[in-house]
C-alpha cells in the first residue's frame, strides 16, 4: 500500500481541530500511532475518540507548545517519534501602526518558539533513530505580501526559513524537512476569525475571501492532510528543503 505509515509514530501539534485533526485522522488511518498536543485537550480528545472509533491509535496531550518543559517532557514520555507535524499557530489582523510589542511577542512565542521547541526534541528522537520527517505549516504569506498581516508574516516567513535550515543542517542524518503552504482554508479557525474580526459581515466576508484564491473557493483540511501524508510517507523520500503551497493558484495566478 502507498503512503502506508503502519509502525510510525507521529506527533501533530495542534491537532485537535481543522488542519491538524484532519492530518492526525488521515495519518491514523495510514497506520501510524498519532500523539496530539493540544492546549484544549477537550478538542484533542474528540479527536482521538474518533480515531479510535475508526479502528485505529492515538493519544492526546495537553501541551502549550511555548512552554519548553512541557515539550521536553512529553517528547520524553512518548518515547520516540518519526514524523512531527508543525501545526499549531495563532493569527493576528493588523499592519505595523496597528501591531503592538505585545502582539509580535505573542506569535512569535507560538509560531516561532513553538515549532523551535518541538523540533529541537525531534531531531534528537531522529538521530538515535536513524532519521525522521518533519513538515512544518507555513503560509502564502511566508513568500507573497498579505495586507494587514504584519506581524502573522514575519512569523511565516520565518517558518519557511526555519525549515529550510534544517533541512540543510541534517541532510546526511537521514532527517527530511519540508513545508506546507496553504492559502485560506475553511476550518472553525477560519469561522472564528471572521466572526471576531467582521462582526455582521460574516456571510459576505466569507465570500470576499473564498473569492481571493483564483480557483474560486477556499480548502479543505483533508487536501491539507492529504499533501502532508504523502511527504510523511517513504514515497516522498527524495523531497527534503522544500516548500509546498496548497492555494488554489494564489501565489502564482492572482493580478
Known sequence: MKFNLKNKVALVTGGGSGIGKAISQTFAAAGA?????EMNVESGQQTVNEIKE???QASVHQCNVTDAAQVAKIFQNIGGIDILINNAGIAHVGNIEN???DDMDRLYQVNIKGLYHCMFHAITDFKTRGGGVIINMASIASTVGISDRFAYSMTK??????TYSVAKDYLTEGIRCNCISPARVHTPFVDNFIAKNYPGKEKETFAKLSATQPIGRMGKPQEI???ALFLASDEAAFITGT???IDGG???LNG
Open 33 to 37: 500511532m498519532v500523539h496530539i498536543l
Open 54 to 56: 475508526a479502528g485505529n
Open 99 to 101: 501591531t503592538s510589542g
Open 157 to 162: 516567513g520565518a517558518v519557511l526559513t526555519m
Open 225 to 227: 492532510a492529504d499533501m
Open 243 to 245: 516548500d509546498f503551497p
Open 250 to 252: 494564489f501565489i502564482k
